[in-house]
């Protein structure tokens, strides 16, 4: 899947009837704001502002491959920035913030680090890969008006389970692990590699909203098979230094 929607909308002022209508509709369900911005004072003014909807988190989308800082840079493939960035949105709001973090870099283990111990309270990994570019052959032009987009789809997840396993080595924070999970095999993968919470996208455009229940379906059939009793046995369990419960006499 290749995209390059951008992040257009309404703006943060007017969309928090879209937050209350959600809340009042999904009463049970915990609701996560995402802020994004062209830089790090827009980011902050936008996060300070959603502190004051009803939502339990605020991720702070430092890795869109169009919101780059004045250099050219995705803030989340800088640990500095990341820090500074996520420091300034600590100042402006008590809520847990998870930083989203982009795989378009070697140092995504460091980086989460610094958003860790510059007061993030979760990582959200990953965004999509690339950016990357499809041509239609009949029109002899790339597809997307936009010529380059986001890579995302199955085809990142092995990317991504490299991604949560570097960052779970490297924080004590959660981990919400997304990025090609299809079905239950690939989400046992990234609890392995240390996710604690799962973002589902494609599968949804593959399988509608039954892919829920096809992949939790597949975990409770191998956690059983296993000897598992709870899926926190699964998270971290592909590291060297993990316990394997179910080989404990």
């Given amino acids: 899947i290749i995209n390059a929607v951008g992040l257009c909308g309404e703006g943060i002022k007017e969309a928090k009837h879209e937050f209350e209508n959600f809340e009042k509709e999904c ?3 915990p609701m996560i704001g995402s802020v994004a911005g ?4 827009e980011i902050t003014e936008v996060a300070e502002i959603m502190d004051s909807y009803p939502v339990d988190m605020i991720e702070l989308n430092f890795s869109c491959p169009n919101v780059d800082d004045e250099m050219g840079r995705p803030i989340a493939c800088d640990p500095k920035m990341t820090a ?15 930083v989203k973090l982009s795989p378009n870099t070697p140092m995504i283990g460091l980086i989460a680090k610094h958003a860790e111990e510059a007061g993030a309270n979760a990582i959200t990994a990953i965004n999509t890969v690339g950016p990357g570019m499809l ?16 890579v995302g789809g199955m085809g990142i997840k092995p990317i991504a389970v490299r991604c949560i396993y570097d960052i779970y080595k490297n924080v004590k ?8 999970i299809m079905n239950g095999k690939d989400a046992i993968e990234m609890m392995m ?10 599968a949804i455009a593959a399988y509608d909203m039954k892919a829920f229940d096809m992949i939790t379906s597949k975990i409770s059939e191998f956690m059983k098979k296993e ?23």
């Fill in 27 to 29: 009463p049970e369900n």
């Fill in 38 to 41: 062209k830089n790090i004072k």
């Fill in 84 to 98: 500074e960035a996520t420091k300034a949105v600590r100042g402006v709001t008590k809520k847990p913030i998870s």
């Fill in 135 to 150: 041509i239609d052959i009949h029109m002899r032009k790339p597809i997307l008006a936009n010529k380059v987009g986001g």
């Fill in 173 to 180: 924070i959660p981990i919400i692990a997304t990025g090609g």
């Fill in 193 to 202: 590699a240390g996710g604690s919470l799962l973002g589902i996208g494609s």
């Fill in 227 to 249: 000897g598992f009793s709870d899926v926190s046995e699964l998270v971290g369990l592909a590291h060297e230094d993990a316990v394997d419960s179910t080989k404990l006499s």
